[in-house]
């Protein structure tokens, strides 16, 4: 399905169902198969699935979304936004400024309101939530949780996040 209010707009899938639905200027969106979505406000965004679902949900600006397999959700408000993983799922849903979340497998939230924030996980489930300021954390196991006030913020996870009960 290709919905257009103005503008234009380009579907090109491959297989399954694809799903295109732009306000105004240019969008492009090449799936390869299975289902995809994208919605867009206005400006540019560019959607490139391998397999599995991927959404993409756009305010403005340009957003890049590139997943490998899975389930990936993006939400960006404004600004650049780029979110980068390879398996299982990953959700990244910044404010504004340039955000970017490279995960390697399991499920990664992160959540920025401002400036620059990068977080990196190698597995499990790992949460960002910065603020503000530069701070750096590099947990090993067991259940982290990073809070920053502004500026920069990296988060470096090894293994888990949640603990059992």
């Known amino acids: 399905m290709l919905i257009t209010l103005n503008d234009i707009c380009i ?51 340009v957003n890049v979304m590139i997943s490998v397999n899975d389930v990936n959700v993006m939400i960006s408000v404004n600004d ?4 980068i993983t390879v398996n299982d799922i990953n959700m990244m849903i910044p404010v504004n400024d340039v955000n970017m979340l490279i995960t390697v497998n399991d499920g990664n939230m992160l959540i920025t309101v ?9 597995n499990d489930v790992n949460m960002m939530i910065p603020m503000n300021d530069v701070n750096v954390m590099i947990p090993m196991n067991d259940v982290n949780v990073m809070i920053n006030v502004n500026d920069v913020c990296m988060l470096i996870t090894v293994r888990r996040l949640w603990l059992e009960e």
């Not at 650049?80 to 979110?83: D, E, G, R």
């Open 114 to 122: 401002n400036d620059v924030n990068m977080l990196i996980t190698v």
């Open 11 to 61: 579907l090109i899938a491959v297989n399954g169902v694809n799903i295109l639905i732009t306000v105004n200027d240019i969008n492009m969106m090449i799936p390869v198969n299975d289902v995809n979505k994208m919605i867009t406000v206005n400006d540019v965004n560019m959607m490139i699935t391998v397999n599995d679902v991927c959404i993409l949900i756009t305010v403005n600006d």
């Open 80 to 83: 650049i936004c780029m979110l």
